[in-house]
């Protein structure tokens, strides 16, 4: 009776360690990042890269669902551009945009992979632009006509 009790008292401790496993944090899919790479110097009237690398774990990610730039002059959110960016390899998904004049622009990327959405913003200044003070936020931004 006694090699019973320990039979059941080991497959006891067996599935509960096992299961216990199952919650640890690997089984937490890690965060998808964005990193958006804009070229420092850019002019209007040019063909420019935008591009952003898409890793989860360090690992790059080839096959994000969607990959979008919204594109926008300073101050004129509501006039934003969407273009689709093709993946171009190595985790790297790109577009090329010119802009026909000078002036403070911001570049939101909307990817979603692996069952996440990331939206990362950055800025960037065409030509000459008067260097740029960071954007209103959204409820001090918008304009009812």
Do not use: N
């Amino acid at each position: 009776m006694k090699k019973l009790t320990y039979f059941f008292a080991i497959a006891a401790a067996v599935i509960f360690f096992t299961g216990c496993q199952g919650g640890k944090a690997s089984d937490v899919p890690e965060m998808v990042e964005v990193e958006i790479m804009i070229p420092e110097k850019m002019e209007a009237g040019e063909s420019h890269e935008l591009k952003v690398r898409v890793t989860q774990g360090g690992d790059i990610v080839q096959d994000a669902s969607i990959v979008e730039f919204e594109i926008w002059e300073s101050g004129s959110k509501e006039d934003s551009e969407m273009i689709k960016a093709p993946h171009d390899g190595k985790g790297i998904y790109k577009i090329d945009k010119t802009f026909d004049h000078d002036g403070t622009y911001y570049v939101q990327t909307h990817v979603t992979a692996k069952d996440m959405h990331v939206m990362p913003k950055a800025s960037f200044t065409i030509g000459q632009a008067a260097e740029h003070e960071e954007e209103q936020t959204e409820s001090e931004h918008h304009h009812h006509h």
